[in-house]
């Protein structure tokens, strides 16, 4: 039986030209960052266990109905959000 031709590949090496260097404003981020990152969570999530527990005797929050949910979890994602250029 005839043997099969193995074909060899170039190893792939990446150009240099692709390969830049950046430069990235270290350093830590400041304490009221974390802070206000921190509290625009905990404020979406004191916002939605308020609406739960006390939303009948809450006039403005209980004539938002829905729209509770979305100020909330509003609230939370800008902290999410905020978590990406926390260093």
Do not use: Q
């Amino acid at each position: 039986m005839p043997k099969s031709k193995v074909r060899k590949k170039a190893d792939y090496t990446p150009s240099p030209a692709n390969r830049t260097a950046v430069k990235v404003k270290a350093g830590p981020s400041p304490v009221w960052y974390v802070a206000i990152m921190l509290g625009f969570m905990l404020a979406g999530l004191v916002w939605l266990i308020v609406y739960y527990l006390a939303a009948e005797h809450i006039g403005f929050m209980n004539d938002l109905n829905a729209w509770n949910f979305l100020i909330g979890f509003g609230l939370m994602v800008v902290g999410l959000v905020m978590t990406m250029r926390w260093r």
